[in-house]
């Protein structure tokens, strides 16, 4: 890793629900970077985002944000001007029209009586462009595909204008060319604004075409994480998910990712 | 586009209170005495400039019955549709209402308990005692029934069920209390049953005593706070990881959110008793006119109940005129059918 400061570390982060969810956990989120989680279902996946985004706070350890803010000593309100998060399942939001909707992301920048200006109306639209929803502004939300969904979910985040990005399952549900496409646009965005951006996903070989770094986990236990070429090997993907896989590198260190099945 | 401007929430709050002032004129002047329109504006222009018109038997109909009335049902009628429109958006349950959650009963029952109280200590029944004291006894009543809904409904992980379950403990702790306040007033060695009967369905006839002055005080405050969370509000009736992840302290929101609403129902409850449906009429009407985002929806409500209210209680005193009905009858009979309409569209959504 280089001399960069991290964007938002977890350090030695522990959380039980019941029983140990997340064990002592510990990884970095670089600016213009895309780190990737992978892990079998129940692997703590889900939770890790939500200590990282101060939803729940960690039994043990900490996360810190830019080296030398801890998360616990953040109002909600300051963090959401830090952390963008797309959520795995939205809540209900049919009704709304698609601008109403991408402008609830500039909530945790509004004054006491919660009033958008023209400046969070000008961003609400920019955001909108650069996810390529500019002509639906006045659809509703029910209107959309699941993939102008997805985007929508991500031009909420991006209206946040934060430094700090995350993703839950993503890409989940969607035909293979939206997956692509989405994250074409994830990994665009993350280069054009330097984000440190963490993708939690189920897709092995989404995750090995544009994660910068990846971190495998199962138990709550991190096992490996490191650069794709260094973690996406053939073994460490068979500890995980007790399946044989095809790996092949890509060129700029990317790798493709196939389970072998008889 | 459609940003929500404040020009937007400015109109449709002066056009509303432009309504209000033509009902409430319509309502002073009906009656079985009547007060002309003209009358009563000179009377109250001439009170308004410090002159005294005693000696006009107008004015004696125009400031001790009707105008204390107008007053009272407007500030009633305000407080239960703003607790009403925080309940549904809070509970993300179109169906939520003071009425029907109980707390409306609950700060009856504790207007009555602390009549009692003050009945064996020696002050009279309905007034007396400090002034703060029966409407925070009202206030204390909700407060707990709300308690009561929550813990009764307990928790469950899927949001449409355990918004049913908090519905249907609310309408079992309401029937519950109902009982329970019969119970008290009968064993009171008191005379007025009419007087006691119709306040149990809410009434508005009562004369008002010095107690309106804390109640109409909180009322104003308590609905200017909730203003202040309409937007947090906006953001937890989407979901509440939504609002989260977008800022929102939910939970201090919400007790909040709970505290106030049950603060303006007991306090106006204490007056006027359980008034039914305001709370779930208002919100829906005035959300098919401005549409649901909390920011409109919360000043225009408050305008709206207290149109409603006065239409209402000047229906009631006079449909069957000499004789008067308790508001609470006409609110019923226009309330029941819509609850029963939402419920159905609730489950065509599902």
Redesign the interface.
């Known amino acids: 890793m280089s001399g960069e400061p991290s964007m938002l570390e977890a350090r030695h982060v522990c959380f039980s629900y019941n029983r140990p969810i997340v064990r002592d956990v510990s990884f970095s989120l670089m600016p213009g970077t895309i780190t990737g989680i992978i892990g079998p279902n129940g692997s703590g996946k889900t939770t890790i985002l939500r200590l990282l985004?101060g939803?729940i706070a960690p039994l043990s350890g900490e996360v810190v944000l830019r080296g030398n803010t801890p998360l616990s000593s953040l109002?909600?309100?300051?963090?959401?001007?830090h952390i963008?998060?797309v959520?795995q399942?939205?809540?209900?939001?049919f009704?709304q029209?698609v601008?109403?909707f991408a402008?609830?992301?500039r909530?945790?920048h509004?004054s006491?009586?919660?009033?958008?200006s023209m400046r969070?109306?000008e961003i609400a639209r920019e955001v909108l462009e650069m996810t390529q929803l500019s002509h639906y502004?006045?659809a509703r939300v029910s209107e959309l595909s699941g993939g102008e969904k997805q985007r929508l979910l991500l031009a909420r985040a991006l209206a946040?204008q934060t430094e700090i990005l995350l993703l839950d399952e993503f890409t989940a549900n969607l035909d293979i060319n939206y997956q692509v496409e989405l994250m074409r646009l994830v990994r665009r965005i993350t280069r054009e604004k330097r984000l440190a951006t963490l993708v939690v996903s189920h897709e092995i070989n989404i995750l090995g075409t544009f994660c910068d770094r990846v971190i495998l986990m199962s138990q709550g236990v991190i096992r490996h994480q490191g650069s794709v070429q260094e973690v996406m090997t053939k073994e460490h993907l068979k500890q995980l998910f007790g399946l044989d896989f095809t790996v092949r590198p890509l060129p700029g260190g990317r790798m493709e990712v196939l389970p072998t099945i008889q | 586009?459609?940003?929500?401007s404040?020009t937007k929430i400015l109109g449709a709050s002066v056009s509303l209170l432009g309504l209000w002032i033509i009902v409430a004129l319509l309502s002073l002047n009906i009656g079985s005495v009547r007060v002309p329109v003209g009358t009563s504006l000179r009377l109250v222009g001439d009170f308004l400039a410090g002159e005294n018109p005693a000696g006009d038997p107008l004015a004696a109909v125009l400031f001790s019955v009707r105008l204390p009335r107008v007053l009272l049902g407007s500030l009633v009628g305000a407080a239960l549709a703003t607790a009403g429109a925080a309940f549904q958006s809070l509970l993300?349950n179109p169906l939520a209402d003071p009425y029907v959650l109980g707390v409306s009963t609950g700060a009856s029952t504790g207007t009555i308990l602390y009549s009692l109280i003050a009945g064996w200590m020696g002050f009279g029944i309905f007034g007396g005692g400090a002034i703060f004291a029966r409407p925070l006894a009202a206030f204390t009543g909700a407060v707990l029934t709300m308690t009561a809904v929550y813990l009764f409904a307990g928790r469950s992980s899927h949001h449409s069920e355990s918004s049913q379950r908090l519905l249907l403990a609310g309408i079992v702790l309401a029937s519950f209390l109902s009982s329970i306040n019969v119970f008290l007033l009968t064993s009171m060695n008191q005379a007025d049953l009419r007087g006691i009967f119709y306040w149990l369905m809410g009434d508005l006839s009562r004369p008002v005593d010095p107690s309106i002055i804390p109640v109409t005080g909180l009322v104003f405050l308590g609905a200017f706070l909730l203003y202040?969370f309409?937007?947090?509000l906006?953001?937890i009736s989407?979901?509440?990881?939504?609002a989260?992840?977008?800022?929102?302290?939910v939970r201090r929101v919400r007790n909040w959110v709970y505290v106030l609403a049950s603060l303006i129902t007991g306090a106006v409850v204490s007056v006027s008793g359980p008034i039914a449906y305001i709370g779930l009429i208002c919100p829906h009407l005035c959300r098919m006119m401005f549409g649901?985002d909390n920011?409109i929806l919360f000043p225009t409500v408050f305008i709206f109940g207290a149109v409603f209210t006065l239409l209402a209680d000047t229906l009631a005193r006079t449909v069957l005129s000499p004789a008067e009905l308790p508001v609470g009858i006409v609110t019923a009979v226009c309330g029941a059918p819509l609850f029963i309409y939402l419920l159905h569209r609730k489950r065509g959504n599902q």
Do not use: C, V, W
């Not at chain 1, 109002?75 to 001007?81: D, F, H, L, P, T």
């Not at chain 1, 006491?112 to 958008?116: D, K, P, T």
């Not at chain 2, 586009?1 to 929500?4: E, I, K, Q, W």
């Open positions: 985004d939803i109002k909600r309100k300051e963090i959401a001007r963008a998060m959520p399942n939205g809540g209900s939001y009704y029209t601008f109403q402008i609830q992301g909530s945790p509004l006491l009586m919660g009033f958008e969070d109306e502004l006045d946040q | 586009m459609n940003r929500l404040r993300r202040l309409s937007h947090s906006n953001l989407m979901g509440e990881n939504d989260l992840i977008l800022g929102i302290e649901s920011r």
